[in-house]
C-alpha cells in the first residue's frame, strides 16, 4: 500500500507507445487458450476462454497465477496460437504502405509516396510488381491475391534500417508484427460473465468472439492436418480472418457486422473505446459525482443573488462532512442527537470507518466522538454549494451560493443572476453540487461567490443586473413627473430598510429621484447619456436629472459601485433597487392588451401608402431590369443588383414604419417606453405586432425556392414582384394571409436550423478549446504555466490585467474630479 | 523575382537577441525553472539561423503588442 504520495518519484517520464510482437504476447501470457468454451457444471474449464490463470471474477475463489482474490488480482492475459497468419485490420493500411513503398527484391525504400511506386526499381533495376490494397485485408500482387504468409514474409525481408526509413520502428513496432500469428486473449476481468436470474451464465460479447475465434481455428488446424484441398483450406483461412478482424472493430467498411444470436451487432474492441459512449468519452473524461442535486429552477425575488432556494427533499439527502474540533464538538453532538431534519448521518472514526447515526449506535457515538473524527451532517441555510446550468460556457455557469432551505420541489435564484448562467424558469434544470472538503468550501466562498462575480470577465460591466421589470419600475421612479405623497414615500425607502424620511423636495410632496437617490451611496458621482439619448447625472449620491435606464445601471451605476465599494456592498443595493423598483412599479401599475398594439385608421393608411411606394418602387426596378437599363452594381450580376436594390427598399420601408408606430401608439405606450429603455422588446416587435411584418429572407436573399420559378403553385411563375418573393404585408396582431404565413415560416425554418448549426459547431470548438487550456494557469509572478511547469506566457495577456477590473479602473480608484460633474 | 529579407531588421519582427550565460542563469532562477521549461524555437528557424544562435542559447524576443510591450524568451532546440 502507499503510505506517501511523492510525486517525484511516480512522475512521468516518458510514454512509449509500441506494437505487441508474437514474442511480447507469448511472454505474457500465462495460458494458451486452446477449448472454445467457457465453464462445464459451472467451473472454468483448463484452457477455455474461463481459466482461472486467466484471474477470478467470483468472489470466494482465487487467481491460479498470483494467487490473489477478485478485489486483488488485476486479471492476466493469455493467449490464441494462429494455425495461419491474419492481418491486423486496424494495421491493413500501415501494411499496405510498407509492402507499396520498398522493392520486392533488394527490399530498398523505394518512394515516399505510394501513390508513386516506379515500374522498375530505381536501385537494383528489377522490374517491380504492382500492388494492390482491397479494403479491408485483402492485398493483391500483379492482379493476383497474396495470403496472409506471404505478406508476413515479404515484411520479415526488409532490413532493419529500411524499417526506419518507412517511419516504423524495427524495435517496437516492426510491420511484420501487424501480420498476427498469436493473439492475445485479454483477462476474463474485461469480459466478466452475468449470471441471469434463471441461473443461465451469458458470456461477454469478447468472449463470443473469442470462441468463434478458436473454434474456426481448430477446424482449419484439422482440415491441414487432414491434407485437406487448398480451396477448402483459403475458405477457413477466410473465415478466421473475417471473425479477427470483427473481433477488433465490427464497424468496419466492406465487412458485414458479425451478429448476436438476436441479431444485435457484437460490440467489440474498438466499438468499447470509440465515440461519445465510449470509454473515454463516458468513463474517462464524462465522469458522474455523488453529493449532487439536480431539478428545475423558479425565480425568487426575495432571496439575495448570493443565495439559492434548496428544496427540504435535497437538503435532506445531502451531506457535509465536519472535521471535529474541540470548539464545535457540543454543537455537532447536537447534530447527532437530533432525529430529526438537520441531523448527523454518518460518523468517520480516526481509523477512517464510516459509523451510520442510528437508533442503536448513537449512545455509542456520542461517548466516543473525538477531535480529528468528522461528522456528516445534512445540507443547512448558509453552506456553501456550487450551482450550475449546462452549457457550461464560461467560469460564471457555475457560481458558489449559500443554501437557503425553502418550501417547494425547486431550485429557486434571484432572476436578477439570470444572465451568466443564461437560464429562464420556462422549465430550466440546475445543478447544485455539496462541497465535501473545508478547502473547497473556502475556495467557493471567497472565490466563486456569486457577488464576486458581478463584473463580466469579458468586458467589465455589470452582468448580474437587473432586468424586466426592475429597469421598468427604476426608469418609472426616476422619471420626472414622478412624485409620491408621504405614506408612498415611506413604504418604498421601508422596502430599502429605511426608517427615515428625508426632507420633501416637492413641497408637501417627495420626488421619485429623491427615492432613488436615498438607495445611491453619497460617493457616487456619474455623468453618462441615455438610451433616450438624454443626459443623467448623479452627483454625490444624488440623481439631479435625467431618468435611469438599463444602460445606466448596467454600465454605470452597478459597475462604479461595485469597483468603489466591493461585492456586499453591491449586493445589498442590489437587493435595495430591486424592491424599491418593484414596489414602486406595482403602486402606480404597467399592463399591455391589445389594444396597445392596435394604430389609429390615420396612421394605418400611411402604412399603407408607404407599402403602396415600395410595391411602385419595386415595379420601377423590375421594368428597368427588364428592359435592361438598369444599371449593374460593381461585382453582382444585373439580377443581383435587382434584388440587393429591392432588399435595400424593403428594409427602408419597415425601418421607416418605426416612427408612425411610436407616434400612434405614443411615446408613453408601455411596449414602446419598454423596448426604449431596454427593459424588454424592441421597436421592431411593435412594428411587426402593429405596421408590418416585412420581407422574410433565406440566406440573406428573397424567397425563391419552390416551384418552378415561384415559392408556392398559387403564384405566376418567374414574378419578382413583393408579395411573390416572401414580403409580408401583414401584421401580427391582424393576422397573417396563407401564403404570408408559409414564408414567414421557411424564414423562421432558417434560423432554427442556424441555431441548431451554431450550437453543435461552437460546442466542438469550446471543446477542442478546454481540451487545450485546461492546465493553464496564472501564478503569483503573472507567469501563466502549465502542469508540466513549462513557461505558456512571461506575463498573462502581455499585460497582467484581470479583464474584469480593466475598464477605468484606475478612473474609478481615485473619486472623480469635481468638474467631471459640474456641467450641471 | 525572390527577395532578400533582413529577417532580424523586418518590420513585422520584433527585436531578437541571443542571451548571455549570466542573463540566462539569472532569469532561469527568477522562474524558478530549468531551462527545458521555457517555450522553444526551433534552430532550423530563419531568425535563429541569422542570429548564429546553437542548441541551448536562450533567445530574449522584446514583443510589442497592443495590450503592451514585454519580453519573452525561448530556448533554442
Ligand atoms: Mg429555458
Ligand atoms: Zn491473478
Ligand atoms: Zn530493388
Redesign the interface.
Known sequence: MVLHYNPAEYETKKIKFSIFSPETILSMSVAEITIPDTYEEGYPIDNGLMDQRLGVIDPGLRCKTCGGTERTCPGHFGHITLVRPVIHVLFAKYIYEALARTCEHCHKVITEDVKKRPKKCPLCKKELAKIEFQKPTTFLINGKEVLPTQIREMLSEIPDEEVEKLGFSPQNAHPKWMVLTVLPVPPVNLRPSITLESGEKSEDDLTHKLVDIIRVNQKLKANIEAGAPQLIVEDLWNLLQYHVSTYFDNETANIPPARHRSGRPLKTLAQRLKGKEGRFRYNLSGKRVNFSARTVVSPDPVITINEVGVPYEVAEELTIPIPVTKWNMEELKDYIRRETYPRAVYVIRGDGRRIKVTEASREKILEELKVGWIVERQLIDGDVVLFNRQPSLHRISMMAHLVKVLPGKTFKINPVVTPPYNADFDGDEMNLHALQSEEARAEAREIMLVEKQILSPRHGHAIISPQEDIVSGVFFLTSDETVLDKKEAAKLLYKAGITKLPKPDKGKYYSGKLIFSMLLPDDLSVKFTSKLGKEVVIKNGKLIKGEVDSKGIEQYIIEKIFLMHGPSYTTKFLKNLTDVALEYLSMKGLSVSLRHYKISEEHQRKVRELLQKMDKEIENLIIKYKNKTLERAPGMTLKETLESLILQITSKTRDSMGEIVVESLGEDSPSIIMARIGARGSILNAIQMSAVVGQQVVRNKRLWRGYYGRTLVYFHPKKLTGRERGFVYYYFSKGLEPDEFYHHAMAGRESIVNTAIRTARSGYMQRRLIHAMQDLVVLE?L?V?DA????????Y???G?DPMFTKGKEEYETKPKEDDVDTV | MKEEIDVLNYFLNPKMEVMKKQEVEKLLKEYGIEKNQLPKVLESDPVVKALKAKKGDVIKIHRKDPTGEYFYYRVVV
Open positions: 509572478d507567469t504555466r508540466g511547469g513549462q513557461i505558456i506566457q512571461t506575463i495577456g502581455g499585460d490585467k
